[in-house]
């Protein structure tokens, strides 16, 4: 993520690109697909976060001059430089770790992200076009597993509505 492709008066971000790894040597790629380029919505304590982060890179920047390595990059060494894609998988699992949660995958973050979405009412279309998904049949197919429940929360909506009369809003 780059700092131009972060708008933080409008609360939002676009993705266009991807940092990978082509033998641990950490290169820009396009992203996966067309519905992969996409603008994503934060949350007021999101952009808050990026707010204080951005002025102490800011500083960091200062504070080292020239020897500062200009990126653009939102999260970066203290020196600028891009972080291997590996950082956050390897911080994330000591994370865990030391705090004695589950075992998670750092992929799993982005399926809970999804299926608390899913599990919330938000609708599917809304989850796929976050994800970056071509379509919103796909994300379906991956996160079935949260249907059962919210089919069931559907049926007694819908007789609730029946019986009531009440128009949804």
Same mark, same amino acid.
């Given at each position: 993520m780059r700092w131009r492709d972060v708008d933080l008066d409008a609360d939002r971000l676009s993705v266009s690109q991807?940092?990978?790894?082509?033998?641990?040597?950490?290169? !820009?790629? /396009?992203?996966?697909?067309?519905a992969g380029r996409r603008t994503i919505d934060l949350d007021e304590p999101v952009v808050k976060m990026l707010r204080a982060w951005k002025r102490k890179q800011?500083?960091?920047?200062?504070?080292?001059?020239p020897a500062y390595q200009e990126s653009d990059l939102v999260f970066t060494h203290t020196d600028g430089g891009p972080l291997h894609p590996d950082y956050f998988r390897q911080a994330f699992e000591r994370f865990v770790k030391k705090q004695a949660l589950p075992k998670?995958? !750092?992929? /799993?973050?982005?399926?809970?992200?999804?299926?608390?979405?899913l599990k919330?009412?938000?609708?599917?279309?809304?989850?796929s076009e976050r994800l970056g998904h071509a379509n919103a049949a796909f994300t379906m197919t991956v996160y079935q597993h949260v249907l059962p429940g919210m089919q069931a929360d559907a049926a007694r909506t819908f007789s609730r509505l029946l019986e009531t009369g009440e128009s949804p809003s």
């Open positions: 991807a940092l990978v790894s082509v033998a641990y040597e950490v290169q !820009f790629s /396009d992203v996966k697909t067309g800011t500083e960091e920047r200062l504070r080292l001059g998670i995958r !750092f992929h /799993d973050l982005r399926h809970t992200h999804a299926t608390l979405l919330a009412g938000v609708p599917v279309k809304v989850v």
